[in-house]
């Protein structure tokens, strides 16, 4: 396994312009998916840029996609900041503990084989495809009448929440959604409207973690990752227009098919990649 500071940069890729129509289409794809169902759009970053692009190196594949997620993530704080979904203490706390530890997980990730990290990749898109298709809980789980609990057994868990969380997010470039929400709402106990609100911030900031990191080792292609973020901004804008026109019963529908596509492209994942 080699040190962080020693692997050598990615040689450029040149790509044909009906793969940079291509990026944009897969970043607004993400979007829509991100707007539409709250969440999962992420994890298909990766694979679409790598098999429908065809981007041909995947440790640049997931620095750009990182970068991408990060984006959007920033963006999509802003609508819930103004409703107050945010909680910022919580939210400063989990990201600073989980960013140090993307950190820590994207410099392993680099030095791993990129068959062998997609491969792990591919058994992460089959448990996220398992945990959408579960019914999301509403409301409070065990915050009393919304106050917040400050005390050091809480800290505790959310410490180490984010320090897990981090790490599987940096090792594998994702934005980690999935996995921050219920680790949020485990570890304090916050409504779940607002463990949504407060994540994006820790998604902002693990992305732009994990993307800085490989950068440093020129492993990101920052014309194709803005191209992503163009297209997940429009996607994101058409995603959100079309999910407040759908009643909650459609809306779980397109999830379990959302879940069960991200669980095909796993397996396909797990074929290409098998060790």
Request: proline share 5%.
């Amino acid at each position: 396994m080699l040190a962080p500071n020693l692997i050598p940069s990615a040689p450029a890729v040149v790509l044909s312009t009906a793969q940079h129509i291509l990026a944009v289409l897969s970043g607004l794809a993400v979007g829509f998916t991100l707007g539409l169902i709250g969440g999962g759009g992420s994890i298909l970053a990766v694979p679409l840029l790598l098999y429908l692009v065809g981007y041909p190196n995947p440790h640049i594949v997931i620095g750009t996609t990182a970068l991408a997620v990060s984006a959007n993530a920033y963006i999509n704080l802003i609508p819930h900041a103004r409703a107050g979904n945010v909680r910022w203490k919580e939210a400063v706390v989990f990201a600073l503990v989980g960013a140090a530890a993307a950190f820590g997980g994207s410099s392993l990730g680099k030095a791993v084989d990129g068959k062998r990290l997609l491969f792990l990749f591919a058994i992460l898109m089959l448990v996220i495809a398992v945990l959408m298709l579960r019914p999301r809980a509403r409301g409070t789980v065990h915050e009393p009448d919304g106050a917040p609990d400050d005390s050091p057994r809480k800290f505790a868990k959310l410490t180490a929440a984010a320090a897990i969380v981090g790490t599987l997010s940096g090792f594998f470039g994702i934005g980690g959604g999935f996995l921050i929400v219920p680790g949020l709402v485990l570890s304090t106990g916050m409504p779940m409207i607002a463990a949504i609100g407060t994540s994006l911030v820790s998604v902002g900031t693990f992305g732009l973690t994990t993307a800085l990191n490989y950068a440093r080792s020129g492993m990101l292609d920052w014309a194709v990752a803005g191209l992503y973020i163009g297209g997940g901004i429009l996607g994101g804008w058409g995603g959100t227009r079309v999910a407040t026109h759908l009643g909650r019963h459609s809306k779980n529908t397109l999830n379990m098919i959302f879940a069960s596509l991200v669980a095909m492209v796993a397996c396909y994942m797990l074929y290409k990649n098998f060790p």
